[in-house]
């Protein structure tokens, strides 16, 4: 055999020898059904203008689309929500690590109408509903100054729907 037939045979397998190494690409989403907000321009929240009347909020159902419809319950978060995590250290040591899954609602009541619900349509993945965003700062507020309106999707047991909990928040901040 020639030398470059050699180094042919070679290639081809070590080619072989590395590509069976990887694991299998898995096939579509088959886990439980899960709502959950969606990105709106790269990120779980979005910034508007004091008073900036109706917007649009994306949500996203992970998982196969239904024949019927189904509702989706959405809350004000009040407060901080954090998380809890536990790393296993090279020397096998545990430790504990807490994140801030949810800042709280700092915006008034009367700053903004969210509804407790809304619709998601059988035959749709992803469905916008609408916040209206009202007068934030009275007249003396400076330029600039900020209050945000942290909103949270809720599980649906009657439909069988989960919340996929690392895209549970959504964060809008008014800016002045």
């Known amino acids: 055999m020639s030398t470059r037939t050699l180094f042919i045979a070679a290639l081809l397998a070590v080619g072989l020898l590395v590509t069976g190494c990887f694991e ?3 096939g579509p989403y088959d886990g ?6 969606a990105q709106k321009n790269g990120s779980f929240g979005t910034e508007v203008n004091d008073d900036a009347g109706t ?3 994306p949500t ?5 689309q239904r024949s019927s419809s ?9 407060d901080t929500v954090f998380r809890e995590r536990t790393f296993s250290g ?3 040591s545990d430790s504990t690590v807490t994140d801030t899954r949810a800042l ?9 109408s969210v509804p407790q619900s809304f619709t998601f349509p059988a035959d749709t993945s992803n469905v916008p509903f609408e916040v209206e965003i009202q007068d934030a700062f009275g007249s003396g507020a400076s330029t600039g100054d900020t209050k945000r309106l942290t909103l949270r999707v809720e599980p649906n047991d009657q439909a069988n729907i989960e919340v996929a909990e690392n895209w549970r ?3 809008i901040t008014i800016v002045n």
């Open 32 to 37: 439980p059904d899960r709502i959950a907000f």
């Open 104 to 112: 709280p609602t700092t915006a008034a009541s009367g700053d903004y």
């Open 169 to 171: 928040y959504f964060e």
């Open 90 to 92: 090279p020397d096998g």
């Open 70 to 78: 189904f509702d989706v319950q959405v809350s004000v978060q009040q």
């Open 60 to 64: 996203q159902l992970i998982g196969p």
């Open 24 to 26: 299998e690409v898995a």
């Open 55 to 57: 917007i649009s909020v």
